[in-house]
C-alpha cells in the first residue's frame, strides 16, 4: 500500500493554517503601504474578489463575498477604487426597481466609509440567458433591453461617481454560422452604445458632471465560439466605421490577457490604441498565449514582458485605470483572496511600475538608445551595403538592452553575482 503520509513532516492543524499564510507573507517582506497602494490609480472589480473559483468543468472553491466586504478589504489593502458590473450588486430582476435605488445607496455608504471611489461600471450582457443569441440578437425586444441596460448602467455610474463604463461584448458572435449576419448584427451592437451615449450626455447634464468614459474591452474567443469584434485593434475599426453617433466619446479598456491570448504582442497592441488616442482604461492581469482566459494576477507569468508595457505606458504619460481584473486561483481561501492575492497583485504592479521608472532613468539604457537614434556616419548616395556598414556594429545594442532589462528585473544590475 502506497504511504501518503511522510512520518517526518508534521501535518498543519485547520487552525494554524491562516497563521501559517500570514506569517509567511510578512517573511516575504516588500509590501507597500496602505497609503502608498493608494496613491496610484488602481481599482479593485467586485467581480474579483467575489469570484467563487468555478469555472466551465470546476465547482466553487469559496463563499459569497457581497460589496459590503469587497469594498471593506478593499479600503483596508489601500486599493481606492472599485469596479462592478450591474448584476454583480443588482439582481437582474431588480435593475431599474426601487430596490436598485437602496442598493445603490448602501453601495455609496460603503465607498464613503472605506475611503474607497467607484471608478467604472459596466453591464453584463453575457451571463443571463437573455443575451444566448447577444444583447445584439434579432428579437427587438433583447435589443431594446439591452439599451434599457446599458443606459440604467449608466446612470447608476453617474448615482456612484464613475468616471469610466466599460462594455465586453463577449456574447457578440455565434456558435454556428450563417444564421447571423456580421455587418446587421455590428450595426445594432452600435444602437446600444448609441443609446448609452445619448442617456450619458442627458444623465451628466443633471448631475453637472462630465460624461463618461465609455471603454470597449475586446476577448479573441470565449464565451461564443466566433467572436465579432475580437480585438481591440477589430474594435478601434468599429468606433471609426461611422456607426456611433458619439466616436468621441468612445475609446478602449484593453486587458493585457485577452491580447496576449490571440497571440498579439500586448505592448503593440498598446502602442496602436495610445496612438489612436483611444488608450482610456486598462485590465491588468496576466496568462500564457493562445489558451483560454485564466486571468492569473499581474505578473506572475510574464513579468519582463509587464515592465516593458509599463516602461510604454509610463513613457508616453498614461494616466487611466489599472483594473485588477484577474482571478485569485481556486487553491486560494477566502481568508487567502485578501491576505495574499490582492496584497501581492497591487504589490507586484507597484514594483515593476518603479522598476519601469529605473529602466527610463538608466544611464546605459539612456546612452544606447541614443546611439541607435543618432546612427553611424552619414554615407554618400543610396548604396544600401555602405548603410548597413556604417551602423552595423551599433545594432548589438538592441541584444545589449534586452540583456539590461532583465537585469533590472532580476536585480542583478544592483551587483548580485552567482558564484560556484
Ligand atoms: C473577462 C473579462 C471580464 C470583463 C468584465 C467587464 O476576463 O472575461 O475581462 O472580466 O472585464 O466583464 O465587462
Ligand atoms: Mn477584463
Ligand atoms: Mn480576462
Same mark, same amino acid.
Given at each position: 500500500?502506497?504511504?501518503?503520509?511522510? &512520518?517526518?513532516?508534521? @501535518?498543519? @492543524?485547520?487552525?494554524?493554517?491562516?497563521?501559517?499564510?500570514?506569517?509567511?507573507?510578512?517573511?516575504?517582506?516588500?509590501?507597500?503601504?496602505?497609503?502608498?497602494?493608494? &496613491?496610484?490609480?488602481?481599482? /479593485?472589480?467586485?467581480?474579483?474578489? $467575489?469570484?467563487?473559483?468555478? %469555472?466551465?468543468?470546476?465547482?466553487?472553491?469559496?463563499?459569497?463575498?457581497?460589496?459590503?466586504?469587497?469594498?471593506?478589504?478593499?479600503?483596508?489593502?489601500?486599493?481606492?477604487?472599485?469596479?462592478?458590473?450591474?448584476?454583480?450588486?443588482? @439582481?437582474?430582476?431588480?435593475?431599474?426597481?426601487?430596490?436598485?435605488?437602496?442598493?445603490? %445607496?448602501?453601495?455609496? &455608504?460603503?465607498?464613503?466609509?472605506?475611503?474607497?471611489?467607484?471608478?467604472?461600471?459596466?453591464?453584463?450582457?453575457?451571463? #443571463?440567458?437573455?443575451?444566448?443569441?447577444?444583447? =445584439? =440578437?434579432?428579437?427587438?425586444?433583447?435589443?431594446?433591453?439591452?439599451?434599457?441596460?446599458?443606459?440604467?448602467?449608466?446612470?447608476?455610474?453617474? !448615482?456612484?461617481?464613475?468616471?469610466?463604463?466599460?462594455?465586453?461584448?463577449?456574447?457578440?458572435?455565434?456558435?454556428?454560422? /450563417?444564421?447571423?449576419?456580421?455587418?446587421?448584427?455590428? &450595426?445594432?451592437?452600435?444602437?446600444?452604445?448609441?443609446?448609452?451615449?445619448?442617456?450619458?450626455? !442627458?444623465?451628466?447634464?443633471?448631475? /453637472?458632471?462630465?460624461?463618461?468614459?465609455?471603454?470597449? !474591452? %475586446?476577448?479573441?474567443?470565449?464565451?461564443?465560439?466566433?467572436?465579432?469584434?475580437?480585438?481591440?485593434?477589430?474594435?478601434?475599426?468599429?468606433?471609426?466605421?461611422?456607426?456611433?453617433?458619439?466616436?468621441?466619446?468612445?475609446?478602449?479598456?484593453?486587458?493585457?490577457?485577452?491580447?496576449?491570448?490571440?497571440?498579439?504582442? @500586448?505592448?503593440?497592441?498598446?502602442?496602436?490604441?495610445?496612438?489612436?488616442?483611444?488608450?482610456?482604461?486598462?485590465?491588468?492581469?496576466?496568462?500564457?498565449?493562445?489558451?483560454?482566459?485564466?486571468?492569473?494576477?499581474?505578473?506572475?507569468?510574464?513579468?519582463?514582458?509587464?515592465?516593458?508595457?509599463?516602461?510604454?505606458?509610463?513613457?508616453?504619460?498614461?494616466?487611466?485605470?489599472?483594473?485588477?481584473?484577474?482571478?485569485?486561483?481556486?487553491?486560494?481561501?477566502?481568508?487567502?483572496?485578501?491576505?495574499?492575492?490582492?496584497?501581492?497583485?497591487?504589490?507586484?504592479?507597484?514594483?515593476?511600475?518603479?522598476?519601469?521608472?529605473?529602466?527610463?532613468?538608466?544611464?546605459?539604457?539612456? !546612452?544606447?538608445?541614443?546611439?541607435?537614434?543618432?546612427?553611424?556616419?552619414?554615407?554618400?548616395? #543610396?548604396? $544600401?551595403? %555602405?548603410?548597413?556598414?556604417?551602423?552595423?556594429?551599433?545594432?548589438?545594442?538592441?541584444?545589449?538592452?534586452?540583456?539590461?532589462?532583465?537585469?533590472?528585473?532580476?536585480?542583478?544590475?544592483?551587483?548580485?553575482?552567482?558564484?560556484?
Amino acid at each position: 500500500m502506497a504511504v501518503y503520509h511522510d &512520518k517526518s513532516m508534521n @501535518p498543519v @492543524p485547520v487552525t494554524q493554517q491562516q497563521s501559517l499564510v500570514e506569517r509567511l507573507m510578512k517573511a516575504c517582506g516588500g509590501s507597500y503601504s496602505p497609503a502608498t497602494r493608494r &496613491k496610484y490609480y488602481i481599482s /479593485g472589480p467586485q467581480w474579483a474578489a $467575489a469570484y467563487q473559483g468555478q %469555472a466551465l468543468f470546476h465547482a466553487p472553491t469559496r463563499a459569497e463575498v457581497g460589496y459590503e466586504e469587497a469594498i471593506r478589504q478593499y479600503g483596508r489593502i489601500g486599493i481606492a477604487h472599485w469596479a462592478t458590473h450591474d448584476t454583480d450588486v443588482i @439582481p437582474t430582476e431588480a435593475i431599474g426597481t426601487d430596490r436598485q435605488a437602496e442598493i445603490v %445607496a448602501g453601495i455609496k &455608504k460603503a465607498l464613503a466609509d472605506n475611503g474607497v471611489a467607484c471608478s467604472m461600471v459596466t453591464t453584463e450582457t453575457f451571463h #443571463h440567458a437573455v443575451w444566448s443569441a447577444s444583447p =445584439a =440578437a434579432e428579437s427587438p425586444q433583447v435589443r431594446e433591453y439591452a439599451a434599457f441596460r446599458v443606459s440604467n448602467t449608466v446612470r447608476v455610474g453617474h !448615482e456612484l461617481g464613475a468616471e469610466f463604463a466599460v462594455y465586453w461584448p463577449g456574447s457578440l458572435g455565434y456558435y454556428v454560422q /450563417g444564421a447571423v449576419e456580421e455587418t446587421q448584427t455590428l &450595426k445594432w451592437y452600435a444602437e446600444a452604445m448609441n443609446a448609452a451615449c445619448e442617456t450619458d450626455i !442627458e444623465t451628466a447634464a443633471k448631475y /453637472g458632471r462630465p460624461t463618461l468614459k465609455h471603454c470597449m !474591452e %475586446a476577448k479573441p474567443f470565449e464565451p461564443q465560439a466566433e467572436i465579432l469584434l475580437p480585438t481591440s485593434d477589430a474594435m478601434l475599426a468599429w468606433i471609426g466605421s461611422g456607426l456611433l453617433k458619439h466616436p468621441e466619446m468612445v475609446g478602449l479598456n484593453p486587458e493585457y490577457l485577452h491580447e496576449l491570448m490571440w497571440g498579439a504582442a @500586448p505592448r503593440a497592441a498598446l502602442a496602436r490604441a495610445l496612438l489612436a488616442g483611444k488608450l482610456w482604461h486598462f485590465d491588468i492581469n496576466d496568462g500564457y498565449r493562445l489558451k483560454h482566459d485564466v486571468d492569473i494576477a499581474v505578473g506572475l507569468v510574464n513579468p519582463l514582458d509587464w515592465l516593458n508595457v509599463l516602461v510604454l505606458l509610463r513613457s508616453h504619460g498614461y494616466n487611466g485605470p489599472f483594473n485588477l481584473d484577474y482571478k485569485p486561483p481556486r487553491t486560494t481561501s477566502n481568508h487567502g483572496v485578501f491576505a495574499v492575492s490582492f496584497p501581492t497583485a497591487v504589490d507586484r504592479f507597484i514594483t515593476l511600475w518603479e522598476m519601469a521608472g529605473e529602466v527610463m532613468e538608466d544611464p546605459i539604457i539612456k !546612452e544606447a538608445t541614443d546611439a541607435l537614434k543618432a546612427g553611424g556616419p552619414a554615407v554618400s548616395g #543610396h548604396d $544600401a551595403v %555602405a548603410i548597413f556598414e556604417a551602423n552595423k556594429e551599433l545594432l548589438t545594442l538592441h541584444e545589449l538592452i534586452a540583456h539590461r532589462l532583465v537585469q533590472i528585473l532580476l536585480g542583478l544590475h544592483r551587483g548580485r553575482v552567482y558564484s560556484v
